[in-house]
């Protein structure tokens, strides 16, 4: 179950657990709105306190920029809240993983942890991988793991972020800069956005 606690005028949620459904004791607790829109350092400091203590270091930096994140977007409900802050905990470890990683060279030295996303193999092709090393250079990056060039380019146009230059012809952003999906900033975005519109799982935030 979830635990709320009041701080400086305003319930805290202090656990991750996430019911489908509220019953008429639990909204009757629960407003429905947070009431700032910027999350205050004691609000910060009383969830990374309930965090694994393996996470917290980087809890306190994700925590704050996850809340201010979602209610920039619209996301205020406090049910819906720590479902983004459990998503980012069990996902990433609160931005401890924000790039997949490879398992390293193998014998011939080449490491070929994506080989299975590179084109011409099904989930290569599920992906949008059209180019060698595509598997590699598109790996799951973010808080929640977007993968694969056509996930790229569509949270590059979901993000309204301005095509780059390459050798004269207009690249999206993130195809032309893997590496920037992995920007906690962005990072954020992509969670928040992606839960709050259902583009992950089909299924919207709002539904909660």
Known sequence: MMEFREVDGADLILGSAIEDTADESSSARVPELAPALHASQREVDAIVAIVPRAYRANAAWAVPLL??????????????????????????????????????????????????????????????????????????RGFVYVRGRASYATWSQRLALADELVDGTPVPFFVANPDAMAGPQFAAQTLIRGMRDGLFTGIALGYY
């Open 67 to 140: 809340l201010n994140t979602a209610r920039a977007g619209g996301v205020t409900h406090l049910r819906r809240i720590a479902y983004l802050l459990a998503t980012a905990q069990h996902a990433s470890h609160f931005g401890a993983r924000l790039e997949e990683r490879g398992a390293g060279p193998g014998s011939d030295g080449v490491d070929r942890s994506f080989d299975h996303f590179e084109p011409g193999t099904p989930q290569g092709s599920t992906l949008g991988n059209t180019q060698p090393g595509d598997g590699g250079r598109f790996r799951g």
